[in-house]
């Protein structure tokens, strides 16, 4: 607590950093799931500030790195990093006050880390603590498979005394378990947590007249910003153009576009108020915008993880938000063919049923819908009383003695 206060400036732990932060003070090895804006960096930054000798931070990105050293140095934490983005003067700047002990965090690219040469060098040093950030990058089943990532699971061999950290925000289970396999040997504790939006209401309705259910919903909302996804450009146009035949500001936005064209489209969506954005999944990476009040999935998204991802868009501010999914089972249908179609291995092609699957039981769930969405996150939870389930339960019937008639037919 004091080192977050003090070194940081923050007055509390924000969901699940302080299980985390203690499991690695208690000598534990750690894959933290939590989602993009969580807090992850903390995880790490104040365990190595706390635990003294070296940390070293592993990631991807360069402008990442660059980032966090700048932030840490505001901070007053002696970080360095060492990528090749930098000069060679820099890295060796940067190196020499690893070496003599002044540094207390070191960011290096994969690839630097996992030369004979530094794995050496860093194995006379006091190095206490190893951060994998963006660690789903050793999933060969996502998309930022990193075949430098594949290796870091050799930096625990050559540092036996460090404790390690993963963190991803890529919570599903297959990612998860690649991750705890190649990089802790499956030996480490997992924590989920954070997933949760609860100002963002959750309601699926099924799939009849899609263009009109879109209508009345945005009719019904007029004046507020939202974002209608839709699965392909020729939807997307379609929509849009209704919308604004109903007296909406909506714009489209796919990747048919001009890039002048998109770009201006995204402008209007940030800048003004009740702007409706139609789109293709192309639309939403980066964006921050606080007050979009409710993102309509016309189409069954790709998978929960797209599906999160994208209602995640609404409600940021924190006040009450909403989220509908059109379903419809030749949406499904459609999806499973894209898997069955799609020119790549079977292992891939499974896991992606299986996403598929968890997406049709959350739809078709009649239990409460948030909880059924955590879960597939791995984090628990109670029926949240901000879904269309909780808030208007379903009728259960046994049906047993029907379907033994039907069966008997
Ligand atoms: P992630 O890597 O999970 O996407 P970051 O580590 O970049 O998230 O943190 C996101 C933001 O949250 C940063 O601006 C960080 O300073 C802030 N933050 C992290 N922990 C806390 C906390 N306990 N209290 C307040 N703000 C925090
Ligand atoms: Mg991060
Ligand atoms: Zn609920």
Redesign the pocket.
Known sequence: MRV?KQA?G?????PG?EQVIDALLSGRDVLAV??????????YQAPALVMGGLALVVSPLIALMED?VA?LRLDGVAAEAIHSGRTREQNVASWRRVASGEARILYLAPERLMTERMLAALARMPVSLIAI?EAHCVSQWGHSFRAEYLTLGRAREALPKARMIA?T?TADQSTRDDILAKLFDGRAEAFVAGFDRPNISIAVAEKRDAGTMIERFVLARKGMSGVVYRISRKKVDETAARLRAAGVHALAYHAGMEAAERASAQETFLAEPGVVMVATVAFGMGIDKSDVRYVVHGDVPGSLEAYYQEIGRAGRDGDPAEALMLYGLEDIRTRRRFIDEQDSVAERKRVESRRLDALVGFCETSSCRRQALLAYFGEASRPCGNCDVCLDPPEVVDGTEEARLLLSL
């Open positions: 977050l940081f923050f007055d509390a732990f924000r950093q939590m989602p993009t804006g969580a807090g992850k960096s903390l995880c966090q932030g950030d963190l925000a």
